[in-house]
């Protein structure tokens, strides 16, 4: 091989390694954003879960200002 044919090898391996080495990258952030995806659809579920029951309370529950007796100190 001639010198100029060996560069133009060493850069064909190199591109060959940065393109291995991207498409790796690419499938670890592709798994992260998965798994993100899958926990913000959980706490998406259980917030509105969480909204639903809030909303189902007895207002009953808490006695209005008006129906509070005043603290000690006054």
């Given at each position: 091989?001639?010198e100029?044919?060996l560069?133009?090898?060493?850069?064909?391996?190199d591109?060959?390694i940065?393109?291995?080495?991207q498409e790796?990258?690419?499938e670890?952030l592709?798994?992260?954003?998965?798994q993100?995806?899958?926990?913000?659809?959980?706490?998406?579920?259980?917030?509105?879960?969480?909204?639903?029951?809030l909303k189902a309370m007895?207002?009953?529950n808490?006695?209005?200002?008006?129906?509070?007796?005043?603290?000690?100190?006054?």
């Amino acid at each position: 091989m001639t010198e100029t044919e060996l560069r133009l090898q060493k850069q064909i391996d190199d591109l060959e390694i940065k393109q291995a080495f991207q498409e790796h990258t690419i499938e670890e952030l592709n798994d992260a954003i998965t798994q993100h995806q899958l926990t913000i659809d959980k706490m998406t579920s259980q917030i509105s879960f969480l909204v639903t029951k809030l909303k189902a309370m007895e207002p009953a529950n808490i006695a209005s200002m008006s129906e509070e007796t005043p603290p000690p100190h006054y």
